[in-house]
């Protein structure tokens, strides 16, 4: 009999870092204000469309409500009538809004562009938000909040908005269902007049197209559209202000949601490819510290992640997890070990190593289909950025040093700078909490 030997087998080592290949692209501003990006993809005969305009500081109500309706019919076609002409062009469009803009997103076949166009064109002048649809999708929209204000994740992010941002619009991100009761069909045109325009507004297609003509189809079917509307300014993000945790009452959970935002930078500081690195070993990806600590070593938790999130008026990163009641207190007090640790001692080569080979392919695969590389290319756009950032980043991320990581994790992940919330039981969690930190406690 042969004896086989078993064991386990080494990984191989991690292949070179493929270079990042920009696609073929073109920019035009039209007369009306409206900036068009079209970059070519050819992977399928689809277009995609990404329409962003600046929409902060509006009343969450009305926004949520208008985007709910957005697409609901115009002067020249009923919501039917719209949708059964996309799906011609094997297209559609879809509405919403955030506390940065308002999104129209779709997706045509090539062939159907200038008809998507002219299609978009039509909802942007003549949306006429007939009263028995805005009456129906209403009635939608506060069922999806009430259903979201049961939830324990939606409520630890609310909480956590709240304390991270204080009086500033980002603090509130949902509106209450009375309001969104009390919107009518004129309270929408107006809103429509008044932010629906072409001012400040980012335009970007991107699929098997030829750039300067997918240009000349935006400019033929969005030239007339006007408005006398300014893009709506937000002001700065407030910094955070570290203070007691706060604990949101949540009488017999038996989970705890933990939520801990610490400061991070827009993607154009110099410390940001390093945070992203930073970010990675501590949190960010499944083979990080912290998953690896709560997770795989003590079971605390399934999923724990943590991620920089980007907004137009500020850069914050957070950290979540769902734990068992019973374990609330250690799991934060790991959390916050894993955070000391990556701020004082340097992570080891190979550690780095491998969270830059994440990030460097988790932004390739970002680009690689057409739909992603429209989200991108949008989102870029919309804070001022265009895909050439891209190359930059990727360079600072093949640069950054054990040095480089080590100062961002400390200049920005010190559990000293970190605003803690906690959605629990407090009659079961406050005590053991606040064994090692002080503890603020309000009712959900």
């Known amino acids: ?120 064109a039509d909802v942007l002048t003549g949306a006429t938000y007939p009263a028995d649809w805005v009456e129906t999708e209403r009635d939608r929209l506060v069922d999806r909040i009430q259903v979201a204000q049961s939830q324990p994740a939606h409520l630890a992010r609310t909480a956590l908005l709240k304390r991270i941002y204080g009086r500033h619009p980002y603090a509130v991100q949902t509106p209450e269902p009375d309001q969104v009761r009390a919107v009518k069909p004129p309270v929408l045109r107006r809103l429509h007049a008044e932010r629906v325009h072409p001012a400040g507004a980012v335009l970007v297609l991107v699929g098997d197209v030829q750039p300067e003509r997918a240009l000349d189809a935006a400019e033929r079917a969005l030239s007339g559209w006007q408005g006398d509307g300014q893009p709506a300014e937000l002001p700065p993000a407030p910094p955070l202000e570290p203070g007691p945790l706060l604990l949101v009452d949540r009488p017999g959970s038996v989970q705890s949601s ?133 190359a930059e980043h990727a360079a600072r991320l093949a640069a950054a040093t054990v040095d480089d990581v080590t100062a961002a994790a400390a200049r920005y992940l010190a559990p000293a700078q970190a605003v803690t919330v906690v959605l629990g039981d407090a009659e079961r969690v406050a005590d053991s909490l606040a064994t090692l930190t002080p503890v603020r406690t309000e009712s959900s």
Do not use: C
């Open 1 to 120: 009999m042969t004896t086989v030997e078993t064991g386990t087998r080494p990984l191989p080592a991690l292949g070179p870092n493929r270079r990042l290949k920009l696609p073929k692209q073109a920019e035009r501003t039209l007369d009306n204000g409206l900036t068009v990006i079209a970059v070519r993809r050819s992977a399928i005969p689809l277009v995609e469309l990404r329409l962003w305009m600046p929409f902060g500081r509006t009343h969450l109500a009305r926004g949520g409500m208008l985007a709910q309706t957005l697409l609901s019919g115009t002067e020249t076609h009923t919501a039917t009538q719209l949708a059964a002409e996309l799906q011609k062009v094997g297209g559609g469009l879809s509405a919403g809004v955030d506390p940065d803009r308002l999104m129209l997103s779709g997706a045509s076949l090539v062939t159907g562009l200038d008809r998507m166009l002219e299609l978009l």
């Open 258 to 390: 933990l939520r801990i935002a610490l400061p991070a930078v827009p993607r154009t500081h110099p410390d940001h490819a390093a945070l992203q690195l930073a970010n990675l070993v501590f949190g960010g990806y499944f083979s990080s510290r912290w998953v690896e600590n709560i997770r795989e070593d003590k079971g605390y938790t399934y999923g724990p992640h943590s991620l920089v999130e980007h907004s137009v008026a500020g850069s914050v990163l957070v950290a979540a997890a769902e734990v068992a009641t019973e374990v609330t207190a250690p799991a934060l007090l790991e959390t916050l070990y894993e955070l000391g640790r990556l701020a004082t001692v340097p992570p080891k080569p190979d550690e780095l190593e491998q969270a830059r080979q994440y990030a460097l392919g988790t932004l390739q695969l970002g680009m690689s289909t057409q739909a992603g590389l429209a989200s991108l290319t949008s989102a870029y756009a919309g804070n001022g950025l265009r895909l050439d950032f891209l």
